[in-house]
């Protein structure tokens, strides 16, 4: 199971999997469950309000979700006092698996609660010390019109009162910095997270994401849009997470169900993103990085018009590295090899503009496919 493979990164994410079949929660399958929610191991199926009593009055939508009426349902933002205070969301997937008909994902949220709360209170004293501030200076201003032996008290208390608004402000500026530092350790975590379970393909998302993002800077993106095609591009594959490791490093050929296997990896990359608020729309790159103009690509077989222009372009770079580098499976067939195969199928495949870009890059000497 995918505990038993990496237990700790798991704990790490405080991502939390039981498994669910007819309204009983049959087992969890994730290490520390029991000491994070405080609560007995379980030994025997029991229902599942019973272990979560939050779920009451959701009890029929999580029904519709073992039947598989829902695809899931989810109750975010649950407090629990256990031996200490914690937050977390409950995700019910309809996903049968063995015996079992559902999945249930706890998410540990809170450090994300605590920050945001953090935040919003600096927030609230930044303004409110500058409300303060104005309204002390109306008051001092009448003041001095009378008496003009005031105008030091003034001083000094503007003074003190902007020191305290520096000093808020400064606060508030380097908890934004931490907030961005830690959301790309977290993308570089996720994106070594895949990797450890599938060295053949180490270093792959890395690539990608950094071709990608010189496709995107000689076609004359803009730079926010050249920062989501970046983060998505390290996260791309993530969805491969959920599938069997077996499938990812076999030094074989797959067969047909295998291969259909590997192809949900996009979805699944999706279901893992989607409720991340990203500042792009990373989810949808990554659902669509495996579709081509023509309508031939997966997992919905999307044209080249509903195609993102950033799937797009992870597509054609993730083509490029796939070939430039060898494979369980396959030797490399080589970076020449790589630019035939993207200049044959360009406007028909991939698009154009990125595949001209692309080729420009690698003739002009690229070091991401140097040993």
Known sequence: MIQDIFPSLFNRFGLYYGFINNDMLVKFESVGIFDYLNIAEITKPLPISEVFYEIIGSENEIKKVISGEKNEYSILNINRDTNEEIFFN???????????????????????ILFRQYLHQNKNEISLLQDKLIEKNNDLNIINRDLTTSRDLLKNLNI????????????????????KRLFYQTVNSLMSALEMRDPYTSGHQQRVSQLACAI??????????????????????????????????RPGVLSEEEY?????HS?????????????WPVASIVLQHHELLDGSGYPNGLKEKDIRLEAKIITVADVVEAMATNRPYRISPGID????????????KYD???VEACVEILKAGSDLFKS
């Open 90 to 112: 409950i995700y019910f997937l309809h996903h049968p698996f063995r015996e079992y008909k559902a999945i249930a994902v706890i998410k540990d949220v809170t450090n994300e």
């Open 160 to 179: 003190e009162l902007e020191e305290k608004v520096v000093l808020r402000t400064t606060q508030f500026e380097e908890s934004s910095d931490l907030a």
């Open 216 to 249: 995107s800077l000689k076609m004359g993106l803009d730079e926010i849009t050249l920062e989501g095609i970046e983060v998505a591009g390290k996260v791309h594959d993530i969805g491969k997470i959920y599938l069997p490791s077996e499938f990812l490093t």
């Open 260 to 264: 259909n296997v590997i192809k949900t």
């Open 267 to 279: 979805r699944f990359g999706f279901e893992i993103l989607k409720d991340i608020e990203f500042p």
């Open 337 to 348: 090899r790589a630019i035939d195969e993207i200049i044959a199928n360009k406007g028909i």
């Open 352 to 354: 154009t503009q990125a």
